[in-house]
């Protein structure tokens, strides 16, 4: 059966922020020491950074990159790793000591040399709304007050100019340090974002929170005037504890769900009037969690091996699968289709743990995910336009990881073209593991060549490692364009198809 697909350019659902496929990278683990920041490899230049690594992130065109955490940031001091001085410190969050060599001005040097923007998440657990403008002043003044004074003197004349701030991190969550009830996150919220605008009136704030109902209208009644953004989190397939992945089937099942705290996050803004001033970030997601068991305990008799070591699980690189690289077209899909309301994305991380780049002393690996990236980066476009199936997209039934059967769509389609160039584009996703999908597109193009950019693995338990390469991008011309033909999608595939002039 052919599903026949029409696509109205004509009707614009939205401009995407390229900062959907942002990206994030905390101190935990080896996504700082020992990953980008790595003095003395062979592979680092002058200044410490893997130059391996940046080479990946500039190919996905990395818009923004979300730092220091995360957990970590809730007990972070800037100011103890700023200048010559830095102060090691004992990170509570993940329990082990951090030397501090990398901090604000390491940071500001590594997304100069990605090109992409800085986006300062704040302590908000222990930290204090000084420490927060503090932060703001010594980045964004020019050379007023101590904290300018310093950062000159640190060598950096120009200020830093960051624009995207964000208060705090899931300090709703009982695992957070310096955790907060509602009442408190609202007041903490407002005086901080008081004091960081007085210090720099231009700098676009968010504020941590979820999709709950009291949180959301606590948090927006006190300080809805004050931010541009509203940050939600999500990891699907949850492995903190248990490092046991989904399968491929069960992770098809989480596709399901993907927008519903959009949806809900969106029904809050609305309800209080506040849609077209304030954007969500999802400055946090991935498939599946970290695995980092063990760790944000209080119980007695907890040995540091047994937070510490059980980390290196997440080095598994055969559990990056074709299940991660559906997961995430599906999601950005999602993003794009909502991206009146959703401004940024964050992929959490970037790099090791469960990033979409894997680092060894020696090289990288770019996980299947990253090709995912590449693929939306490079080749979809960037303006959303109208697309349906005339009569529907056949379902699957699938086990999700909770043992339920749960019905879902084989296609995940997504039309867009560009704004600068002719043509469009479709990222078409077929979740089905071993069937193929054909679709017939009911476009208007008389004389234009069609190609198809194409994610893809032989197995859905296809991965890359430092010995494979089972994973990456294909190309495949498929001549000039017409209406009654038939576009085959492999199973477990991710697709941009192009229709380009000629
Ligand atoms: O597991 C990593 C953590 O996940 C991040 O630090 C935190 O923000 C999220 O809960």
Wanted: net charge negative; proline share 3%.
């Amino acid at each position: 059966m052919t599903i026949s697909v029409n696509i109205n350019d004509k009707r614009i659902t939205g401009k995407r922020d390229i900062m959907l496929y942002g990206h994030f990278i905390e101190h935990f683990h080896r996504q700082i020491y020992d990953g980008i920041f790595d003095p003395g490899n062979p592979l680092s230049d002058e200044d410490g950074f893997r130059t391996d690594i940046i080479e990946a992130m500039k190919k996905i065109k990395v818009p923004v990159l979300r730092w220091p955490g995360g957990c970590f940031v809730s007990s972070y001091h800037w100011k103890d790793a700023v200048g010559a001085e830095r102060k090691p410190l004992f990170d509570k969050a993940w329990r082990v000591e951090d030397p501090n060599t990398f901090g604000t001005d390491e940071y500001i040097k590594l997304c100069r040399k990605i090109g992409c923007e800085p986006y300062i998440c704040t302590n908000a657990g222990t930290g204090t709304p000084e420490e927060m403008s503090d932060w703001v002043e010594y980045c964004n003044l020019d050379h007023e007050g101590q904290y300018a004074k310093q950062r000159i003197a640190n060598g950096f004349e120009e200020p830093y100019d960051v624009k995207y701030w964000s208060i705090g991190n899931e300090n709703y969550g009982y695992w957070e340090i310096g955790a907060k009830s509602a009442d408190e996150w609202g007041r903490l919220v407002r005086e901080s974002a008081k004091m960081m605008m007085h210090v720099d009136a231009g700098a676009q704030l968010s504020a941590a929170a979820l999709s709950d109902i009291d949180w959301n209208v606590n948090l927006l009644k006190n300080c809805g005037q004050y931010l541009d953004w509203i940050s939600i989190h999500q990891y699907w397939d949850m492995m903190a504890e248990v490092n046991a992945p989904a399968s491929y089937e069960e992770c098809m099942a989480f596709t399901k769900d993907i927008a519903r705290s959009v949806d809900e996050v969106r029904g809050i803004l609305t309800a209080m009037k506040l849609e077209d001033k304030i954007k969500i970030a999802f400055d946090e997601w991935n498939l599946r969690s970290w695995h980092h068991p063990n760790v944000h305990t209080i119980r007695q008799g907890v040995n540091a091996e047994d937070y510490v070591e059980p980390r290196d699980k997440n080095d598994d690189n055969s559990t990056y699968t074709m299940a991660d690289a559906v997961f995430t077209a599906c999601f950005l899909n999602a993003m794009n289709r909502n991206c009146d309301i959703v401004g940024m994305a964050n992929f959490a991380p970037i790099l090791n743990t469960r990033g979409c780049i894997y680092s060894y002393d020696k090289g990288i690996v770019l996980r299947t995910t990253y090709h995912v990236f590449d693929l939306y980066v490079n080749y979809l476009g960037d303006t959303v336009i109208d697309l349906w199936a005339k009569d529907g997209i056949p379902a699957m039934n699938v086990h999700s990881k909770s043992g339920d059967e749960v019905s879902v769509d084989t296609l995940d389609l997504l039309a867009a073209k560009w704004s600068d160039r002719e043509g469009i584009s479709l990222a078409a996703v077929n979740k089905h593991a071993s069937e193929s999908q054909s679709i017939a597109l009911d476009y208007e193009a008389d004389n234009a060549e069609i190609t198809m950019y194409s994610v893809i693995g032989k197995s859905v338990d296809s991965y890359n490692d430092r010995d494979r390469n089972d994973v990456g991008i294909q190309e495949k011309k498929l001549g000039r364009f017409s209406r009654d033909m038939h576009v085959e999608l492999a199973p477990h595939s991710v697709n941009v198809i192009q229709i380009i002039p000629v």
